[in-house]
């Protein structure tokens, strides 16, 4: 009688606890958190979720309208308030078509339902007072999922402590400080003045009430549009002020750093010197060509970027490479196992067979410094061969990837490493501890380097890093399980790049008017550039 196949984690006996289940996961092989670290430095006060800037300045007067009209302490009565302000300014963007607004999609439901009016009570919490299914899961809404962070560390609100020293879990705008250019309660007031008297009245009235209708919402978002800033605004000056500022105005630091400053003027020259729309990945991969080198000179903020982007290639093409191996151990294998040693043996003969049939090898026996890296592509058409290919093709043009990077940073790599310890970015499984190690593998052959690197920097980096993350739960990160050196796929994940926070920074930049609509600069931009040179 024919058996049903076993697959995945599926199993036929009692177990006395409960299953390992497997989850998607991130950062397969952990070599990402160098990078996150880099454009922490770069760009602080901003992530990847704040995708609108005028929230900075609308959370700025929402908490100071908290302190004045509920005057509660109790963090409970603040998150209400502050989920029912966001709610109503989602269904403004949902009911104008705004896009970037936070809870826009839920509200977006609500509006197809026809209803003539929508209770903001049961749009931000449930009847037992939980928040699943609600505009906003997260129990702090939008703001303490994404805003908290970063506007704490830009210098706009702050949390009171009490009598004993603790954290009150309350937040309030902070006041005007010596030396600081912009405060939670300057651009509180500047949003203050971009409101009408009646729709302030009516969004505390919607508020209070707990419903707000079609009308209603309609009248509110010439002022509660948070994808429009007037330039002539003393909120958009602010605002653009607060972006030049260093880079922690409340931390006291000498000197004082201003990467987020030079970050935003070095994408404006970038558009401006290559007449282009301006991305997030043209300018990183732009910072790693010029190899972090501005007017003929080193540049602070240009080598971080640039140190991001090698980091970058680095983590991309080892996950290619274990992305593409995983697929291959797939052809071979199927659901079924392999033997380890088998599947690095005939993936890495695979790889030196097509190297020495392209040419980009002359023998079996060559070695690692024999590679003729000058014909090999640049890193970024690499990155997009590596996109179009899968299984074992991609497992070369990542080692390709590698071999080129050495040959092209080598003679950069101790000033990047003083540059990185000095700002506590990186670390021992970075892009520079491989390559300042590498002298090692110069008289490998490549079958040596293939198999050393397949077996200790892919599938047991893979093991080490799934089972830090499973910690001491029973959720797997795991691609393969191997068991008596027998090895099975069970599932794969691709390589990517990291989320560098440029993009939303260009997202604040057009929301101020200095880059269009396509990305690129403008007059006023370009007036600011000049002013800030």
């Not at 919607?206 to 079609?214: F, N, R, V």
């Not at 079958?447 to 799934?466: C, E, G, P, Y």
Request: some cysteine; overall charge negative.
């Amino acid at each position: 009688m024919a058996t049903k196949v076993l697959d995945k984690n599926e199993a036929r006996l009692p177990f006395f606890g409960d299953k390992m289940s497997f989850v998607i996961g991130l950062d397969p092989l952990g070599l990402q958190n160098p990078s996150a670290q880099a454009y922490s430095y770069l760009l602080p006060g901003l992530n990847n979720v704040t995708g609108r800037i005028r929230n900075y300045s609308f959370y700025c007067w929402l908490l100071a309208e908290y302190a004045k009209r509920i005057k509660s302490s109790d963090p409970k009565e603040q998150k209400a308030f502050i989920r029912k302000a966001e709610y109503i300014i989602a269904l403004i963007a949902a009911k104008s078509e705004i896009l970037g607004i936070s809870g826009s999609l839920y509200a977006t439901h609500r509006l197809n339902e026809n209803l003539a009016e929508f209770n903001l009570n049961t749009g931000t919490y449930n009847a037992d007072g939980s928040t699943v299914g609600t505009y906003w899961q997260y129990d702090s809404g939008v703001f303490g999922q994404y805003y908290i962070g970063s506007l704490r560390q830009i210098g706009l609100i702050e949390e009171p402590i009490n009598d004993k020293g603790q954290p009150m879990g309350i937040y309030r705008r902070t006041a005007k400080r010596e030396n600081q250019k912009v405060s939670g309660e300057e651009l509180a007031t500047a949003f203050d003045k971009n409101i009408s008297a009646p729709n302030k009245q009516l969004f505390f009235n919607c508020l209070e009430k707990g419903t707000i209708d079609h009308d209603q919402l309609i009248d509110l978002t010439p002022d509660f549009n948070m994808a429009q800033i007037r330039p002539d605004t003393e909120e958009a000056q602010l605002l653009l002020m607060l972006l030049l500022d260093v880079d922690e105005p409340l931390t006291v630091k000498e000197p004082p750093e201003s990467m987020r400053n030079e970050t935003l003027l070095h994408v404006l020259r970038f558009s401006k010197n290559h007449n282009k729309p301006v991305g997030s990945r043209l300018f990183t991969m732009y910072a790693y060509e010029v190899k972090g080198r501005h007017e003929n000179a080193t540049d602070a903020c240009l080598s971080g970027w640039y140190y991001y982007q090698f980091n970058e290639y680095w983590q991309f093409s080892c996950t290619a490479i274990f992305n593409g191996l995983l697929d291959f151990l797939d052809e071979l294998a199927g659901p079924g196992w392999k033997p380890v040693h088998e599947l690095i043996q005939q993936a890495s003969d695979t790889i030196i067979e097509i190297l020495v049939n392209e040419g980009m090898q002359e023998a079996t026996s060559a070695t690692i410094s024999s590679i003729n890296t000058s014909a090999i592509l640049p890193e970024s058409e690499l990155y997009s061969e590596i996109e179009a290919f899968q299984g074992i093709e991609r497992v070369i043009l990542g080692f390709l990837l590698i071999w080129k990077m050495h040959d092209e940073n080598k003679e950069n790599l101790i000033w990047l490493k003083d540059y990185t310890k000095k700002r506590e970015i990186g670390g021992g499984n970075d892009v520079l501890s491989f390559y300042l190690g590498y002298d090692r593998y110069k008289n490998f052959s490549i079958k040596s380097f293939l198999d050393d690197f397949l077996l200790k920097r892919i599938i047991q980096r893979h093991q080490k890093v799934a089972y830090h993350k499973m910690g001491n739960g029973s959720q797997s990160t795991q691609k393969f399980i191997i068991e008596e050196n027998y090895i099975r796929k069970i599932g794969n994940f691709g390589p990517g790049f990291t989320g560098p926070r440029v993009g939303n920074l260009i997202a604040f930049l057009q929301d101020l008017h200095l880059l269009d609509s396509s990305r690129q600069l403008t007059e006023y931009g370009e007036l600011v550039l000049i002013e800030n040179n």
